[in-house]
């Protein structure tokens, strides 16, 4: 359904100027394709900022619709007719309405037996595992489609029908049948190629009887249930919120990526790896005309080689690890061929379009008036920064690999391991899958990066561990199977995870007045300050300078922060603390917190009044998922990258 | 606009290991004990003063409290010592040379009823009698005072007059309690940071020291001031203090321009609502009715009182939430606070403010200390002893918040 920008199908406006985009884009991509880079103006320091992470989680891009509050224009998709004008400064009150509350709060709750939470690989494996051994699953994603980033869709993507008519083989024999499309997907995945594009197991979950697919929903806040065991979930989407209680629950929230500050990473054209394979993949929006992409990890080679295929001259891809010390620490992948065949992929298309692979260097700062126009490249070392080399640029894709999503498992009380080097912790669980709290398993990402594989397998685990705590009888062959191919997974996703270390000395590139907190807009020199001041962990840094206490809760600059302050306070990153462990997951309307059900533009939203009722919510999206377009069950190209160790 | 906030002293406070004996030690590093320190320091030149803390420094309910002060309690005794802390507050910026950024904008308290007209009248007498400024406002005045609050007849919750009292505001809880600990560090007090008790040492029915994570530490005098765990610590010496712990719930938005000029607070609702000073509305819910020490509640609470204020306040409809948190409320059965001696010499009791804690925080610190100072009550504490609940001599202020208690 995306086509490249230019065949804009549909007109808006931005500031008063006319822009067209193609049905399905988000405002964010709509604006990136016409050439927007001044999305707001932020209110301490006067700059202009655009799409940063892409994918809803850091809040920088927020623009209004129609003067309306502000929204993230990552992932809100644009309409025709939309009057978008900058998100700048505090929010005002013009046009708001008064609310008549519609939903009693004690009411009885909706009760599902299963809820996964999260719809890319983890999620889909789980709630096709559980749904296998015949339990009704719930499967909510805060995506438009989903697939999650690995598996992310173009924009308007539809799996296929209930019914199967539209869907693939595997899809349309699932229709009363106790194994079929898992077992497809399992066995494509196992044989590496269904695992390319995820589709088959989106098929598969789109067509099967017992799964509710609901897109567009995230969860803003978990709590323990009204039932001796079992969880209840605030769910939120545009102009509606509502409550599920879950029997059993599968959090397969993913990852986020790891970003570092450095000078000048708040000037628009400076995002994220996934931001820009977002960008790419839901809308096909390039990021940028000359790219350098830039960070560490796995993750890189695959958005830098999509990029080059799209049509972007990428003019380097700079890794932190030096190639000595990754090769070395590497070689076990020698048992992953596999994985070393995909990599080689990579680097042919980079070899093909001349792109130069450095390592041992990082982005040690950016700069330009308005938009990113150059970066600064340096070899890292003991005697500091040498080789300074700067490259010419319009777009910078810098992330240094991922962090584990544990916000819901937080709030729950679920225990978490830390990771020995890095900021962040992850989600601990048994053989099982099985938090520590009951009825709550956790599979993916969020329990350690481990890539599409390991999460695949995981899902399969936790899927098939809830529905046994419901009193069904998962296959036993099936988990058998999931047990040995994660064994085999894990060595490969912990050899990755060992290769691209994070520099402790990075804190080095940043200067005193490198904005640390993007939402805040607090600089490297307060943080220091906070230190000096007597601070002795990341909450009393975060009241002395807000540090985290913007719009995105310190989920972007959180973990940076966390690895810079440590050595500082002279303690490992996970004794510092984090920022942000609230119950909240995600901001939420008043309005709709107070179960008001549609917003003040609610008619301006079709499903707004339906959220109102506990059920409507979920329901009103099943009968939208219904409608299959026959035309969009292809993935382009640019959907098909994957990389074990990637997430 | 919104304010930019000051900058803060270059040094707040040292992180000093404990040392082996003190001849005071405070237990529990919240708004009430550094200010009790401070007072100890300045007032009574009690400098050998270590105030001990398991978590850091104002982490517990001074991180978590919606920031009103006022003084507007019913009782005299309750109306003396919030008034003796609302007129340290005033002072308070100059005495502790720390920028706490205390706004008097006024409280207004609605009324919904005409039970609540009677009531709040009642009130706003008595205040006048113990020389609390205290205003009654009819609907258009309350519009006038706070112009977006909703005064049509047609709500659930129609807003049928309200208390006001113009000295009454906000400040800001962490500065506040960073202008207490630099001031008491100066002044020679040991702040002592992730430091939990687990033993208080008696002999012959004197305090003599206690035992913590840190090793044991001598006490010529041990001031407890652990809001709801100091029934926790009270137990450790065989005493049962009159507490019981609720969740307490409050919610901040996103920076908004300035709206909301005053602080409002509905006892039928369960709301209370201010705009701090950056921008962030800031807004208090109900307990939850349970007892607990999880620092979080549900979230029908939030849910109910959320619908309610909205009535009263439509524009907030759209402004988001971006976090949530619960604190503990420590309520004692006449909701009234405990400060003073215990059976055990040397050993005090300070607990139990339930929602009043941080508007009394300079107040208490000033005659906790010389409680422990004199080991005797100040006037103004002495109505607070823990036998009140045994004499029968309490000070009922139950409904004397927004929050049922």
Redesign the interface.
């Known amino acids: 359904m995306p086509e490249p920008s230019g065949t804009g199908a549909l007109t808006f406006r931005f500031e008063g100027r006319e822009l067209t985009a193609t049905p399905g884009a988000s405002i964010g991509a709509a604006l990136w394709a016409a050439g927007v880079r001044h999305f707001r103006t932020t ?2 320091l006067g700059r202009p900022r655009a799409l940063y992470c892409g994918i809803g989680q850091c809040f920088d891009c927020l623009v209004r619709v129609g003067g ?3 929204v993230r224009a990552c992932v809100t998709p644009v309409r025709d007719g939309d009057d978008v004008s900058r998100g700048d ?5 013009s046009g ?4 008549a ?1 519609r ?1 009693d ?2 009411q009885s709750p909706d009760v599902r037996d299963l809820v996964v939470v999260g719809a890319g690989p983890a999620g889909l494996s789980a709630a096709l595992a559980a749904a296998e051994a015949g339990v009704a699953v719930t499967l909510l994603d805060a995506g438009a489609t989903p697939g999650g980033q690995i598996w992310r869709q173009p924009a308007g993507f539809e799996a296929g029908s209930a019914a199967g008519s539209a869907a693939g083989p595997a899809a349309s024999s699932a229709v009363g049948s106790t194994a079929d499309p898992a077992a497809s997907s399992v066995a494509g995945l196992a044989g590496g190629k269904a695992g390319g594009k995820g589709v088959g197991a989106l098929r598969a979950v789109a067509a099967h009887p017992r799964i509710e697919v609901v897109t567009g929903a995230t969860v803003v ?1 978990a ?1 323990p249930g009204t039932a001796a065991q079992g969880v ?1 979930l ?1 769910v939120e989407r545009p102009g509606a919120a509502w ?1 599920v209680e879950a029997r059993t629950l599968v959090l397969a929230t993913g990852a986020a990526e790891l970003s570092l500050p450095f000078p000048g990473w708040d000037l628009p054209g400076v995002l994220t790896p996934g931001g820009a394979q977002a960008l790419l993949k839901a809308h096909g929006v390039l990021a940028g005309s000359r790219i350098l992409v830039a960070g560490t990890g796995p993750f890189l080679w695959p958005v830098a080689a999509g990029l080059c295929r799209a049509g972007a001259r990428v003019v380097a891809v700079v890794d932190a690890a030096t190639p000595h010390g990754a090769g070395r620490r590497l070689a076990g992948l020698a048992a992953h061929p596999a994985l070393l065949g995909q990599a080689a992929g990579y680097l042919r298309t980079l070899a093909a379009a001349r792109v130069p692979v450095l390592g041992g260097r990082a982005v040690v700062a950016a700069r330009g008036r308005d938009r990113v126009e150059s970066v600064t490249v340096a070899r890292l070392g003991d005697r500091g920064q040498r080789d300074r080399r700067e490259y010419p640029v319009d777009a910078v894709c810098a992330g240094w690999g991922f962090i584990p999503s544990v916000e819901l498992a937080r ?1 729950l009380g679920c225990a978490e391991d830390r990771h020995p080097t890095r900021p962040g912790s992850a989600v601990a669980v048994d053989g099982d899958q099985a938090t520590s709290v009951p009825g709550v398993y956790a599979a993916g990402e969020t329990t350690g990066i481990g890539g599409a594989t390991v999460s695949w397998w995981e899902g399969a685990i936790a899927g098939a561990s809830a529905a046994r705590a419901l009193g069904a009888v998962p296959d036993a062959g099936r988990i058998r199977l999931a047990r040995r191919r994660l064994r085999y997974a894990r060595h490969a996703a912990r050899t990755l995870d060992r290769g691209f270390p994070l520099d402790p000395g990075w804190p080095g590139w940043l200067a005193p007045d490198t904005v640390i907190c993007r939402c805040e807009e607090v600089t490297w020199r307060r943080i220091v ?1 906070a230190v ?3 601070s ?2 990341l ?2 840094i975060k ?2 300078t ?1 540090c985290g206490m ?2 995105c ?1 310190g989920r972007v600059c959180g973990p940076a922060t966390q690895s810079a302050v440590a050595p500082r306070l002279g303690l490992p990153p996970g004794a510092v603390g984090d920022l942000a462990t ?3 997951a995600a ?5 709709l ?4 059900g549609g ?2 533009d609610g008619d301006a939203n079709p499903d707004a009044d339906a959220g109102s009722e506990a059920d409507a919510g979920p329901e009103a999206d099943a009968a939208s998922g219904a409608d299959a377009d026959p035309d969009s069950d292809v993935a382009p190209d640019a959907g098909a990258e994957v990389v074990a160790g990637g997430g | 606009m919104t304010e930019d906030l000051p900058e803060h002293p270059d040094f707040l406070w040292r992180n000093p290991e404990p040392k082996r004996h003190y001849d005071v030690v405070i237990v529990g590093g919240g708004g009430h004990g550094l200010a009790t320190a401070y007072y100890l320091a300045r007032n009574h030149g009690i400098t050998n003063v270590a105030v001990l803390e398991r978590g850091w420094l104002a982490g517990g309910n001074m991180a978590r409290n919606t920031t009103i002060i006022r003084s507007n309690y019913l009782w005299e005794a309750s109306a003396g010592i919030y008034e003796h802390a609302l007129k340290l507050w005033e002072g308070l910026a100059e005495d502790l040379d720390y920028p706490i950024l205390f706004s008097q904008r006024g409280v207004l308290n609605l009324a919904h009823s005409q039970q609540d007209v009677r009531e709040g009248a009642r009130r706003v007498h008595a205040n006048r009698l113990s020389g609390v400024d205290a205003h009654w406002l009819d609907p258009g005045q309350v519009k006038e005072v706070c112009p977006i609050v909703n005064i049509s007849p047609d709500v659930r919750y129609p807003v049928l007059g309200a208390t006001y009292q113009p000295r009454a505001g906000i400040a800001k809880h962490d500065y506040v309690a960073w202008g207490f600990a630099r001031a008491a560090d100066a002044l020679g007090v040991d702040l002592i940071q992730h430091c939990e008790v687990t033993g208080i040492d008696v002999h012959d029915g004197r305090v003599t020291g206690l035992r913590t994570t840190r090793g044991p530490i001598g006490a010529g005098k041990v001031a407890l001031s652990a809001a709801g765990h100091s029934s926790v610590l009270a137990r450790m010496v065989g005493l049962d203090l009159p507490v019981q712990s609720h969740p307490l719930q409050a919610l901040v938005s996103e920076l908004l321009e300035p709206v909301h000029p005053t602080v409002v607070m509905s006892n039928a609702v369960h709301v209370y609502v201010s705009q701090a000073h950056k921008g962030e509305l800031v807004m208090g819910a109900g307990i939850d009715a349970y007892n607990s020490y999880s620092q979080r509640g549900a979230l029908r609470v939030i849910e109910r009182q959320m619908s309610a204020a909205l009535e009263l306040f439509p524009v907030f409809a759209r402004a988001h939430v971006l976090r949530t948190w619960g604190g503990i409320v420590d309520v004692t059965p006449d909701a009234s606070a405990i400060v003073g001696l215990t059976p055990i010499d040397g050993l005090y009791v300070n607990c139990g403010w339930g929602t009043g804690g941080f508007k009394a925080t300079p107040g208490v610190g000033w005659c906790y200390a010389h409680t422990v100072a004199h080991d005797e009550p100040h006037p103004l504490n002495a109505p607070f002893r823990l036998d009140r609940f045994s004499t029968g001599a309490l000070i009922d202020e139950h409904g004397a918040a927004a929050v049922a208690h």
């Open positions: 209110r301490t309306g509050p502000p400064t505090a929010s005002d009150w708001s309405a008064c609310l509350p939903r709060p004690d806040m709590m209840r605030l409550t709030s300050d000096d001041e007597g002795t962990d909450r009393s009241g002395l807000r913007g719009w809760q609230r119950p909240l901001p939420i309307p008043i309005g917190l107070a179960g008001a917003g003040p």
